[in-house]
């Protein structure tokens, strides 16, 4: 790995978490005005048509096959299951309550992808995720608590669990090209999120004010078609277990965020947790993907593989 790829990657994951970090933000809007999975799957169905677009301009031809069902379970479980069932899950349970659980995704993600044969199982992996829960516990403080409805509880970790499956399906099918990834992927996310809007019985309608459609306008431009291609990007050259990481880091951008843009106080816990965190991150994502750049291999599929524009033939 050159140095220059190693900070093409650092610099890509960055900018996912701080994408990732500015759509609590964005979703904060948009959830005023639009009912959740209507607005998720409008987000999504949006950005898909734009992924088409890009591949119809660049020449991506549309992958097919074993390719095109890989994105579509990718999409189904990243883009529909995980943001119904967290959505699901925050109509019953406190923020900080879904915080936590989703802060888990780093060693669910580790513990499928050594099932699987993709990584080596590591004690750094234990601490870093450890480290992730602690952190965004902490952060999380004076939101946790109350009644834990075991239906809502489960979606949360349905919702991680969920989050952490799509990672590890994105690193078994190097040979898809992210765009075909994105494109499919979303498109299947945005239909099962469909379906869930309808069973509960949301109000379609598009906004009508003008805060909703610039949450909505960032939610799809960079909150989703920026987001999920570093991501890739990302997943690509790391493990699927650092890679998650970012999620983890989101919540401080968040919380960041929300004291810039909305007044939201900033207490000792969020200094504290914030700092756990991005020792989480350090140790989870940078430290191991510096151990492997030093030749520690990783089972599985090769870390790094090329695609062309003629994948899933």
């Given at each position: 790995?050159?140095?220059?790829?190693?900070?093409?990657?650092?610099?890509?994951?960055?900018?996912?978490?701080?994408?990732?970090?500015?759509?609590?933000?964005?979703?904060?809007?948009?959830?005023?005005?639009?009912?959740?999975?209507?607005?998720?799957?409008?987000?999504?169905?949006?950005?898909?048509?734009?992924?088409?677009?890009?591949?119809?301009?660049?020449?991506?031809?549309?992958?097919?096959?074993?390719?095109?069902?890989?994105?579509?379970?990718?999409?189904?479980?990243?883009?529909?299951?995980?943001?119904?069932?967290?959505?699901?899950?925050?109509?019953?349970?406190?923020?900080?309550?879904?915080?936590?659980?989703?802060?888990?995704?780093?060693?669910?993600?580790?513990?499928?992808?050594?099932?699987?044969?993709?990584?080596?199982?590591?004690?750094?992996?234990?601490?870093?995720?450890?480290?992730?829960?602690?952190?965004?516990?902490?952060?999380?403080?004076?939101?946790?608590?109350?009644?834990?409805?075991?239906?809502?509880?489960?979606?949360?970790?349905?919702?991680?669990?969920?989050?952490?499956?799509?990672?590890?399906?994105?690193?078994?099918?190097?040979?898809?090209?992210p765009l075909n990834m994105n494109a499919i992927g979303m498109t299947?996310?945005?239909?099962?999120?469909?379906?869930?809007?309808l069973l509960l019985g949301e109000r379609w309608a598009l906004p009508?004010?003008?805060?909703?459609?610039?949450?909505?306008?960032?939610?799809?431009?960079?909150?989703?078609?920026?987001?999920?291609?570093?991501?890739?990007?990302?997943?690509?050259?790391?493990?699927?277990?650092?890679?998650?990481?970012?999620?983890?880091?989101?919540?401080?951008?968040?919380?960041?965020?929300?004291?810039?843009?909305?007044?939201?106080?900033?207490?000792?816990?969020?200094?504290?947790?914030?700092?756990?965190?991005?020792?989480?991150?350090?140790?989870?994502?940078?430290?191991?993907?510096?151990?492997?750049?030093?030749?520690?291999?990783?089972?599985?599929?090769?870390?790094?593989?090329?695609?062309?524009?003629?994948?899933?033939?």
């Amino acid at each position: 790995m050159t140095r220059n790829m190693d900070t093409n990657t650092y610099l890509a994951f960055a900018g996912a978490v701080l994408i990732g970090g500015a759509n609590f933000v964005a979703v904060s809007f948009s959830n005023r005005e639009l009912p959740p999975l209507f607005g998720a799957a409008l987000r999504f169905a949006l950005a898909a048509i734009i992924f088409f677009l890009i591949m119809r301009v660049s020449g991506v031809s549309l992958a097919r096959g074993r390719a095109a069902a890989g994105a579509a379970v990718y999409g189904l479980l990243g883009f529909g299951g995980a943001y119904a069932f967290i959505y699901y899950a925050l109509v019953g349970l406190a923020a900080g309550t879904v915080a936590v659980i989703m802060a888990a995704v780093p060693l669910f993600t580790l513990m499928m992808a050594v099932l699987l044969g993709q990584e080596w199982f590591t004690v750094r992996g234990i601490v870093g995720g450890s480290l992730a829960i602690a952190g965004i516990a902490v952060l999380s403080l004076g939101t946790l608590g109350g009644d834990l409805n075991p239906v809502y509880l489960i979606a949360a970790v349905l919702g991680a669990v969920a989050a952490s499956a799509s990672t590890v399906a994105a690193k078994s099918l190097p040979n898809v090209h992210p765009l075909n990834m994105n494109a499919i992927g979303m498109t299947s996310g945005a239909f099962l999120l469909t379906i869930g809007s309808l069973l509960l019985g949301e109000r379609w309608a598009l906004p009508n004010e003008t805060n909703t459609w610039l949450a909505l306008s960032w939610l799809v431009v960079l909150g989703s078609v920026g987001l999920f291609q570093l991501f890739l990007y990302v997943v690509r050259r790391w493990t699927a277990s650092a890679t998650v990481y970012a999620l983890t880091g989101m919540p401080v951008v968040a919380v960041a965020l929300g004291a810039v843009m909305l007044g939201q106080p900033v207490t000792p816990a969020v200094l504290v947790g914030g700092a756990m965190v991005i020792a989480a991150v350090y140790v989870g994502a940078a430290r191991q993907d510096t151990a492997d750049a030093k030749g520690r291999s990783t089972p599985g599929p090769a870390r790094q593989r090329e695609w062309s524009n003629e994948e899933g033939v």
